[in-house]
Every structure is written in structure tokens, then in C-alpha cells.
């Protein structure tokens, strides 16, 4: 299972742009890259999956590069209720199932 | 996006006693199932992934006489603590997934267990 590094806090205000990077230069070929946001006492919660490029929902969007041993999330003008711990993870897809190494995850504090 | 709901959401019991915690994929039939256990400001730590209908496997460290896991149906799974102690006192979190969902678990909202 790759490795990957975050950094352990960001902090930003409301209405900017957020990016967190993620590192994980061991990334195995079939390996999918995933992000959780989680509250506190709150399960973690999907945000959004990519294997390279560039991948967007209503929520985020997610930037490879061609080597993929790096990715950014990108959450545009965060609000408040976006202060919360953000794991980038990667894994194997369409193996029955892929266990999740949890990181430190990155702190994000949004103040107004 | 596929729902997970555990219950109860907070238990706190005596130090001897055993709980049980419920997990249950509410819209999908879950495969797999997976516990994490969180300490405070702390990340979340596999401790053992189930497939319906088969024995877990515990990761290292993770005593399964202490730490029984049944996934009995394609909905349900059932962590419990036997013979509790304070320093089991942790949240407790289950994810699932099921076919047709890739590598992507969804996770319960959480139980926090206080062992007095």
C-alpha cells in the first residue's frame, strides 16, 4: 500500500480558494486515489476519487500530474463549515475490496 | 451515495462488561465491511475487515478474542468489546462497500464507547 504525506495544517478564510497536495511517490499502477473529509466525532466522508488528471464534482476537484506521485485537492471558496480533517488515501480498485491506510490527514482551519 | 448508520452512537459501560456496536449499509448489500478505531486527535486505524459470511481478519496487534466481528447478512456487521476496560474507551467506526462501488468505503457516522 503507497505511502502518502500531508501536510499536518492548513489555514485559510472564507470565500479563498484551498489547495492541499498529497504525496505518494510508491503509487502502484492500478492504484486509485481517494479523499475523505471527516468532523469531528463524525465518520469520515467521501469527497472525491481520480486516477490521473483532472477529476471535478459539486464539491471539489482533484489534479494529477502524468507520473501521479502527487495530487491536489482543490475546494473553491471554502465557508466555514469546511474546517475539518482531510485524508488523501490510495488504493487498489476492482480487487474485492481495498483496505484504507489512514495518514495524519490535513487539518484545515477556515476562519471569517 | 450510499448510506452506513452504527448503532448506538455513544455507549458507556463498566469496566467488565462487553458491548456490541451495529453496523448497517441501509441501501446497498455491503460485501465488505471494515472497523477503524480513532483515538482523540488522532487518525483512523484498520482493525479488522469482514466479507459476509466469512471470518474476519484482524490486522496485527488487534486481539480478535477481545475484538469479536460478525458480518452475518450483506447489511449487517457487529463489532463486539468483550470484557471492557478504560483503555478501550475510543470511537469506533465501521465503513462498507459492495459491488459496483469500486474502491470507495462509506463510512458510519461513529460510535464513542466510554468504559468507566
Known amino acids: 500500500l503507497a505511502k502518502t504525506t500531508q501536510p499536518i495544517s492548513m489555514d485559510s478564510y472564507e470565500g479563498q480558494e484551498v489547495n492541499i497536495t498529497c504525496s505518494h511517490n510508491n503509487i502502484a499502477t492500478n ?3 481517494t479523499w475523505y473529509q471527516q468532523f469531528p466525532s463524525q465518520g469520515p466522508r467521501f469527497i472525491i476519487q481520480g486516477y490521473k488528471t483532472k477529476v471535478t464534482n459539486e464539491v471539489a476537484s482533484l489534479f494529477i500530474p502524468a507520473d501521479r506521485k502527487s495530487s491536489t485537492l482543490s475546494l473553491p471558496r471554502v465557508s466555514l463549515s469546511d474546517t475539518a480533517v482531510y485524508y488523501c488515501l490510495v488504493g487498489v480498485m476492482n480487487t474485492g475490496f481495498q483496505k484504507l491506510v489512514f495518514g495524519t490527514g490535513t487539518r484545515l482551519l477556515v476562519s471569517p | 451515495g450510499a448510506v452506513v448508520s452504527q ?3 455513544r455507549v458507556i459501560c463498566k ?5 456490541k456496536i451495529e453496523c448497517r449499509s441501509l441501501d446497498f448489500q455491503a460485501t465488505t465491511m471494515f472497523w477503524y478505531r ?8 484498520l482493525m479488522a475487515t469482514s466479507n459476509e459470511g466469512s471470518k474476519a481478519t484482524y490486522e496485527q496487534g488487534v486481539e480478535k478474542d477481545k475484538f469479536l466481528i460478525n458480518h452475518a ?3 449487517l456487521s457487529t463489532l463486539t468489546v468483550t470484557s471492557a476496560h478504560p483503555e478501550d474507551s475510543s470511537f469506533y467506526i465501521c465503513s462498507a462497500t459492495g459491488q459496483g462501488f469500486g474502491e470507495t468505503q462509506y463510512f458510519g457516522p461513529g460510535t ?3 468504559v468507566l
Do not use: A
Open chain 1, 31 to 33: 492504484d486509485y486515489i
Open chain 2, 7 to 9: 448503532h448506538p452512537s
Open chain 2, 15 to 19: 469496566s467488565g462488561t462487553s458491548v
Open chain 2, 38 to 45: 480513532q483515538f482523540p486527535k488522532k487518525s483512523l486505524m
Open chain 2, 73 to 75: 447478512s450483506l447489511t
Open chain 2, 112 to 114: 464513542r464507547l466510554l
